[in-house]
T-cell receptor, first 114, second 113 residues
Framework: DVKVTQSSRYLVKRTGEKVFLECVQD?????MFWYRQDPGLGLRLIYF???????EKGDIPEGYSVSREKKERFSLILESASTNQTSMYLC?????????????FGEGSRLTVL | RKEVEQDPGPFNVPEGATVAFNCTYS??????FFWYRQDCRKEPKLLMS???SGNEDGRFTAQLNRASQYISLLIRDSKLSDSATYLC??????????????FGQGTILTVHP
């Protein structure tokens, strides 16, 4: 089975702290994604990557950056956390293909910024 | 029109009922569509894909209407275990990047005894 593992299920951080969210997948997928999920807004794409060292902005990249140094690992970085970044963060991976619809998600990281 | 928009719900139905959700999309060039299921406090998982006019898998039927730009999900003989949030998903709905998916906000279904 495909496994996408997010390093932390629950985090509590203070405003202004730097936050790292790590994601690792074990299926050699080229594509990796970071979404945030908020009530009433659904899943919104923050960043994605279709290859090592490649990244593209999603719909809401402001306040975030990402790193993809190895194929299996995709990190989301909040340089200076703010309270409006309190959310559920979901990492996903998929195989290439313009109409590929199957994303494999991690269990999510619930971040609270105080 | 939003890129992907769903019935807001929530839908509360008794066991055995038939329930249908609709989803509209804005990009007429989209070729394939997907329904995901998300259980409470869990990650989303692919439920069904729709590449042509429709797809059926047991009690679940997904239909596509390209002219009106909507897809639907029909659940027959609802079970308690069908209670979840159902997400409508459209690839490249923004008409931009490779492999990008856009999710609707989800429709909550609760099946009660």
């Amino acid at each position: 089975d495909v496994k996408v593992t997010q390093s932390s299920r629950y985090l509590v951080k203070r405003t202004g702290e730097k936050v790292f969210l790590e994601c690792v997948q074990d299926m050699d997928h080229e594509n990796m994604f970071w979404y945030r999920q908020d009530p009433g807004l659904g899943l919104r794409l923050i960043y994605f990557s279709y290859d090592v060292k490649m990244k593209e902005k999603g719909d809401i990249p402001e306040g975030y950056s990402v790193s993809r140094e190895k194929k299996e690992r995709f990190s989301l970085i909040l340089e200076s956390a703010s309270t409006n970044q309190t959310s559920m963060y979901l990492c996903a991976s998929s195989t290439p293909g313009g109409n590929t619809g199957e994303l494999f998600f991690g269990e999510g990281s619930r971040l609270t910024v105080l | 029109r939003k890129e992907v928009e769903q019935d807001p719900g929530p839908f509360n139905v008794p066991e055995g009922a038939t329930v249908a959700f609709n989803c509209t999309y804005s990009n007429s060039a989209s070729q394939s569509f997907f329904w995901y299921r998300q259980d409470c406090r869990k990650e989303p998982k692919l439920l069904m894909s729709v590449y042509s006019s429709g797809n059926e898998d047991g009690r679940f039927t997904a239909q596509l209407n390209r002219a009106s730009q909507y897809i639907s999900l029909l659940i027959r003989d609802s079970k308690l275990s069908d209670s979840a949030t159902y997400l409508c998903v459209v690839p490249n709905a923004g008409g931009t990047s490779y492999g990008k998916l856009t999710f609707g906000q989800g429709t909550i279904l609760t099946v009660h005894p």
